[in-house]
């Protein structure tokens, strides 16, 4: 995670910014000298019920999920790795909301830690807490709410009181490793679709002039057209998209300079206008439509 990846994030959704500024102790500060990037994640359900959580051996109140990324670790391993400690939960349909700045004062030290607020879905049950912690869906916020979680609640409310679609659960689920799909699609229908795919993907870069800024690939699934596109172009902007949070996971691996998004097509939230946007493609690689 990079200050370049969160200005992606903030000029393509243009997210607002959120800055607290508080003292801490010396030796607090030593541990933020330490790290630098984080990630808060407000955890919903499909009744639009946000996750919150306490731990009463803490003064600081109840808090949204969220935790520091660690060296060398995508922001995609992060929010994974956060959300299954913290909350045993997997996810869907992660969306960020909001850039945020926190501002840590020691004496004349003065330390700036940069992170994204994201919303995501989960359909299952929160795990089990020890006695001290609390955790449970709501529709309503907590009296006391820890540092800018309030001002992510709310927008999170907003978006969701917004949000009209509901997600194709049946194809997000089909990219389910060693689902009866998954497997279909992995070991038969892909290696069909693969021969049209590369008719396709050939037709598309004989169709582009120039060399594009930015590019989205709107569906981008498994397919590899995504990272062909940004080796050839090395756009400033190079987004794959996909209803699929599981298939973004695997597909990151393969080019960790593309910025990958996890949204249905039905509600692109986007604020940027891109200089290309490749045809959707089904699961067979035939065209389905093009914007």
């Not at 600081?60 to 969220?66: H, K, V, Y």
């Not at 670790?73 to 909001?98: C, K, Q, Y």
């Not at 540092?147 to 999170?156: A, E, F, G, M, R």
């Not at 200089?275 to 493609?281: A, E, Q, S, Y």
């Amino acid at each position: 995670m990079s200050e370049d990846e969160l200005a992606t994030y903030k000029k393509i959704y243009a997210l607002p910014e959120f800055e607290h500024e508080e003292s801490v102790s010396s030796k607090f500060m030593e541990l933020c000298k330490r790290t630098h990037y984080f990630v808060v994640i407000a955890i919903y359900n499909p009744k639009k019920e946000i996750l919150l959580i306490r731990d009463f051996n803490k003064a600081i109140g109840w808090e949204l999920p969220g935790g520091y990324v660690n060296d060398r670790e995508s922001i995609e391993e992060a929010i994974n790795r956060i959300a299954l400690n913290e909350t045993g939960l997997s996810l869907d349909e992660v969306a960020p909301v909001a850039i945020l700045k926190n501002i840590f004062k020691c004496g004349y030290d003065k330390v700036s830690h940069f992170g994204i607020a994201l919303m995501a879905l989960s359909r299952e049950d929160v795990k089990a807490y020890p006695k001290n912690i609390q955790a449970y869906f709501t529709c309503s916020s907590s009296e006391k709410i820890a540092y800018q979680n309030d001002k992510i609640l709310s927008l999170v409310h907003k978006h969701l009181s917004d949000k009209a679609c509901q997600p194709p659960f049946e194809e997000i689920d089909s990219a389910k490793k060693y689902s009866l799909p998954y497997v279909l699609h992995r070991h038969v229908i892909k290696r069909i679709g693969n021969i049209s795919s590369r008719k396709i993907e050939s037709a598309i870069f004989d169709l582009i002039e120039g060399a594009p800024k930015s590019i989205l690939d709107a569906s981008c699934g498994e397919n590899t057209i995504i990272n062909e596109l940004y080796n050839k172009y090395r756009p400033d902007i190079c987004i794959g998209n996909d209803i699929s949070w599981k298939s973004i996971m695997l597909i990151k691996k393969r080019n960790s300079a593309v910025l990958f998004t996890n949204h249905n097509v039905l509600e692109l939230p986007y604020r940027y206008k891109f200089d290309l946007v490749p045809p959707f493609r089904s699961q067979l690689g035939h065209l389905v439509i093009e914007l």
